[in-house]
């Protein structure tokens, strides 16, 4: 969708809403954040991902970024 930087929720946002976009595919963030759907309708804070892990040959870095805290 763009080149550079991670797209982030204001983006998208601003994709959807202007009618620019049906969907928006959303990459590293939602590899750090699992509940990032959760996340992004209530406007939490994300967890940052970790690039260096990106493409490893192991699950860590895509299996163990945590969830938000129970309320
Ligand atoms: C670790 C990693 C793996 C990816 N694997 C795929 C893939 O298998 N197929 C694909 O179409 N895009 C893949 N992508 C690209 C993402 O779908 C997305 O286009 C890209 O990360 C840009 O979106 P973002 O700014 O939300 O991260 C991958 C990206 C990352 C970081």
């Not at 750090?32 to 040959?57: I, K």
């Amino acid at each position: 969708m763009r080149a550079g930087g991670q797209t982030t929720r204001e983006q998208a946002l601003r994709q959807i809403e202007g009618g620019h976009a049906d969907a928006v595919v959303v990459g590293r963030a939602h590899i750090a954040n699992p509940d990032l759907v959760e996340r992004w309708q209530g406007g939490h804070p994300e967890n940052e991902p970790r690039p260096e892990l990106f493409y490893g040959p192991s699950a860590e870095g895509y299996t163990d970024y945590p969830v938000l805290e129970a309320a």
